[in-house]
């Protein structure tokens, strides 16, 4: 029976940064969490003195060697945790060396990307910045040259993702075939974050030591994967969160558009500010998708660029390069053109508003000082008829004064004035006016 030497597990996880230049003190932070927590846990552990980035630990048996390391892609973080049995083992046990390689403690744990230990707020995005993982299970067989079956790749996987896989890939590094396997809703669509695995066993020792200077190809190629299933499922959340905003605004349907005219001040004002929030808003999110249209683009290009350059033999993975042109950008560019008009409406619909707004308003400070002018009116001349009456009829000392009949006759010559005024102002010079 064959047997696998050498197997090794590494865990690639990648999240968003927010400034790359503080990787190394993220990183210095990290580890000195890291070595307490491995003591703890009877690991013995020594930093690299090569590499200031990588921390090597191992148990007491020395039966397997581990390290974390850390590699800084511009605004990408990618954290690598690597374990290598020493010994030999049956093809047959593969499954079950590797569950206790994933079981050990101090396995990176997803749920901590976010908001734990490996992903510190001050340097890692929160929730939304994690891309997604790679697994990369590799060794190499003995005796040298005997092909592993299908069906140990396939165990290989259950032992990471207990649900098995859905879709795969096959090819050939180095002369080893590749099982590259995945989970999703379809081939290419909803592809599970932490679901995605490549399988590789060498034919012999020599080829795994060459495999080895290809790994920092292999992570760049997967972070630009990672970034790119990223943006894109981004590009289709934003899609329809600005579908649902759009289609509940009811004031965009024309019939109902013609309701404004029945609103007062106050309502169109409340409309107003609603349209405000929400043009902002939309403003905010159509932005957002092209940028993710771009992420894509530009990801698509640097693909290609580490395949041609690294991997220019390996044909299984340009069946991504070829989804991500023929779909991923063509989808982002359509919902972008397609769902960019509706700003147009939006600010438009704003825009008439706040001129209902405006009028409105004019309209009510006229009939202010409309009112004003009337009641001055009729106050004046209430006024110059109480003079005129007290100068000719001088009212009693004993009486008082709004008992009076100046009192009485001032007010209604008041009332008559403006109620004359009021006609004249709305009624007869309105009509007058061309």
């Not at 000719?392 to 709004?402: G, K, N, T, V, W």
């Amino acid at each position: 029976m064959s047997k696998i030497e050498y197997l090794t597990l590494d865990l690639l996880i990648y999240n968003l940064t927010k400034n790359s230049s503080n990787m190394q003190e993220y990183w210095s932070e990290l580890a000195k969490q890291l070595v307490k927590e491995l003591k703890e846990k009877g690991f013995s552990s020594t930093p690299d003195n090569q590499n200031p980035q990588r921390l090597n630990f191992k148990d007491k048996t020395s039966s397997y060697e581990c390290s974390y390391r850390q590699a800084n892609l511009g605004d990408t973080n990618c954290l690598r945790y690597s374990c290598s049995f020493n010994q030999q083992y049956d093809v047959s046990k593969i499954e079950d060396i590797l569950t206790k390689i994933k079981d050990i403690d101090v396995l990176p744990k997803i749920g901590n990307l976010a908001h734990g230990r490996l992903a510190d707020p001050k340097y890692l995005e929160e929730e939304s910045g994690y891309l997604g993982q790679t697994w990369m299970i590799s060794g190499f067989t003995v005796p040298s040259h005997n092909s592993i079956p299908e069906a140990i790749a396939h165990q290989a996987y259950k032992a990471l993702i207990p649900e098995g896989h859905e879709y795969q890939n096959l090819g050939k590094f180095l002369g080893a075939t590749v099982y590259e396997m995945w989970r999703g809703k379809n081939r290419w669509d909803e592809i599970e974050k932490d679901s995605h695995v490549i399988v590789i066993f060498y034919a012999d020792q020599d080829k795994i030591k060459e495999a080895g200077s290809y790994y920092n190809a292999w992570i760049s190629l997967f972070e630009c994967r990672h970034k790119i299933l990223w943006a894109y499922e981004q590009g289709r959340e934003i899609k329809l969160r600005l579908l649902r905003e759009y289609k509940k605004h009811s004031l965009v349907d024309p019939e109902n558009l013609k309701s404004l005219s029945d609103k007062g001040l106050e309502e169109l004002k409340s409309e107003l500010q609603k349209n405000i929030v929400t043009v902002s808003s939309y403003v905010r999110d159509i932005n957002h998708l092209q940028t993710q249209q771009h992420t894509v683009e530009v990801n698509e290009r640097n693909y290609e660029k580490q395949c041609k350059k690294f991997f220019p033999k390996e044909k299984f993975l340009e069946e991504f390069s070829k989804i991500v042109k023929d779909k991923y950008q063509v989808q982002l560019e359509k919902d972008y053109l397609g769902l960019n008009p509706g700003l147009a409406i939006l600010e438009n619909l704003t825009a008439t508003i706040r001129g209902m707004v405006e009028i409105e308003q004019a309209q009510r400070d006229r009939n202010i000082e409309t009112n004003i002018a009337i009641a001055s009116i009729g106050l004046a001349t209430s006024q110059i008829a109480s003079s005129v009456i007290i100068a000719q009829q001088p009212p009693c000392p004993d009486i008082p004064f709004y008992q009076t009949q100046a009192f009485w006759y001032s007010i209604g010559t008041g009332a008559i004035a403006s109620l004359v005024f009021w006609i004249i102002l709305t009624k007869i010079l309105p009509r007058l006016r061309p």
